[in-house]
C-alpha cells in the first residue's frame, strides 16, 4: 500500500479489486483522474471497504482506477481519520498509534527500459550513438540502469522527444577492450517529465553523418535539401565506427574445394612482441562478432604485414586453398561500356563498403575452411 498524501482519492488497482468480496458500484464512463504525470485515467467504480492499519480497521470508500500500485492511500482517508504524517521518523500516527511508513524504490513506479535496437559493438575507450527502442512516454530523461551496467560503460542523460519510433542513447566505453550490447539488451531507463521548464533543440539524428551533411557543396538549396534527406532516410547503411563493420546475407560465399583433402599447415612462428598483436587482433574480431573459435581438420597460417603508416595488418596465408579450390569464371564489366554510360551525366558518386571481406557472410559448411592458427 503506498500512502500518498499528493493524491486526492484514495484508489484500488482495477486487478485487486475484482478479487475482493466487497460489491463493486460501477460508475459512469466519463468520470476520470489526472495522474502524477499529467496522464488521464478513467474511474471504473467505487466500493466501500475496511482499511486495516496496525491493529485498527477503518471504513472508507475507495475508487477503483487502472493504477500502477495495488492500492494507494489518498489525502481523503488521512484527513477523515486524522492521520499525522511524520516523515522524519518514517510513520503516520492517529490516535495515539504509530504505524512505520517503508520508503519506496528510489526508480519511479513509471520507469521503463530502453532497449538496444541492434547488436552494437562499442570500440575500446570510444562513444557510440546506439538507437534504442522508447516504449509508453513523451518526453524521458534517461539514465543508466545499475543493475544492468557494465564495468566502465557509461550511458548519458538525456531529454528526449519520443514522437519518434527510435530513441538516440549516448554510451561511452572507458574500457581498453571493446563491448558488445546484444540485440533488446537493456541499456537506460526513462520515465516521463511531469513539467517542462524549457523546450530542448529538437534531436536530428544520425549524428555519425552530421559532419557530411554540414560539408555538402552543393550551391542550390532545393538540390541541398533533396541529398540531406535522401542521407538522412539511409543513415543506417553508414558505418558509425571502425568496429561497426555491418553484414550482407543477400548472398554467401561458396568454397568448392570438390573432394580434396583438408589443407591442415602449422603456425609460424612470431616474435614475442609480434605474437601480442596477434593475439590482441583475434580477440578484438572475436568481439566484433567478425570470427569466432574452431576446430576441425582445416588450418591455414596468420601473417602479419606492417603497413605504410606503420600499423600493423593481420593477414591468413590462403595460398594452399586458393590452389584446391574451383575457380568461378565471371568477367569484369568492360570499361569503355562503362565510361559510355556515365555521357552526359554531371553528378558522380562513389561507394566504398566498410571492411568487404567481413561484410559477405561465408556458406556453414564452408567454414570450417577459412579456420586459421596462430
Not at 492511500?73 to 477523515?80: R, Y
Not at 557510440?128 to 527502442?133: E, P, R
Not at 570499361?335 to 556458406?363: C, H, M, P
Request: hydrophobic residues 35%.
Amino acid at each position: 500500500m503506498l500512502v500518498d498524501t499528493g493524491a486526492n482519492a484514495t484508489l484500488l488497482r482495477t486487478d485487486v479489486a475484482k478479487k475482493l468480496k466487497e460489491q463493486l458500484i460501477y460508475t459512469a464512463p466519463n468520470i476520470s483522474l489526472n495522474t502524477a504525470t499529467g496522464e488521464k485515467t478513467e474511474i471504473r467504480g467505487k466500493l466501500d471497504a475496511s482499511i486495516e492499519c496496525g491493529s485498527r480497521k477503518f471504513h472508507h470508500r475507495i475508487y477503483v482506477a487502472d493504477v500502477t500500485d495495488p492500492c494507494i492511500l489518498g489525502l481523503d482517508f488521512l484527513l477523515k481519520f486524522n492521520f499525522k504524517v511524520d516523515l522524519e521518523k518514517n510513520e503516520i500516527r492517529t490516535g495515539g498509534k504509530e504505524i512505520p511508513l517503508f520508503l519506496a524504490s528510489v526508480q519511479h513506479s513509471k520507469s521503463c527500459s530502453v532497449l538496444a535496437k541492434k547488436r552494437t559493438i562499442i570500440p575500446a575507450r570510444s562513444e557510440c550513438l546506439i538507437q534504442g527502442v522508447p516504449e509508453q512516454f513523451r518526453y524521458a530523461v534517461m539514465d543508466f540502469p545499475s543493475q544492468v551496467s557494465q564495468k566502465g560503460v557509461l550511458v548519458a542523460a538525456a531529454f528526449v522527444d519520443l514522437k519518434t519510433e527510435v530513441i538516440p542513447v549516448r554510451v561511452l566505453n572507458l574500457n581498453n577492450n571493446p563491448k558488445v550490447l546484444g540485440k533488446e539488451a537493456v541499456i537506460a531507463t526513462f520515465e516521463p517529465v511531469v513539467y517542462i521548464v524549457a523546450r530542448p533543440q529538437e534531436f536530428s539524428g544520425g549524428q555519425h553523418i552530421s559532419s557530411t551533411l554540414d560539408n555538402l557543396e552543393i550551391p542550390d538549396e532545393e538540390q541541398r535539401t533533396t541529398v540531406r534527406k535522401l542521407l538522412k532516410k539511409f543513415q543506417n547503411f553508414f558505418s558509425t565506427c571502425d568496429a561497426d563493420v555491418g553484414r550482407c546475407n543477400m548472398t554467401q560465399h561458396r568454397i568448392n574445394t570438390g573432394d580434396h583433402p583438408p589443407i591442415k599447415q602449422y603456425p609460424r612462428r612470431l616474435p614475442l612482441a609480434r605474437k601480442e598483436e596477434a593475439d590482441h587482433a583475434v580477440k578484438e574480431m572475436v568481439d566484433n562478432g567478425i570470427i569466432e573459435e574452431s576446430s576441425g581438420p582445416w588450418a591455414s597460417p596468420i601473417v602479419l604485414v606492417e603497413k605504410k603508416d606503420g600499423s600493423t595488418c593481420f593477414c591468413v596465408d590462403y595460398r594452399k586453398l586458393n590452389e584446391i579450390t574451383e575457380k568461378d569464371s565471371y568477367p569484369l564489366p568492360r570499361i569503355d561500356d562503362t565510361l559510355d554510360a556515365l555521357n552526359g551525366s554531371q553528378w558522380f558518386t562513389t561507394l566504398d563498403l566498410k571492411s568487404l571481406y567481413w561484410q559477405v557472410e561465408i556458406r556453414p559448411e564452408d567454414r570450417e575452411k577459412m579456420a586459421f592458427t596462430t
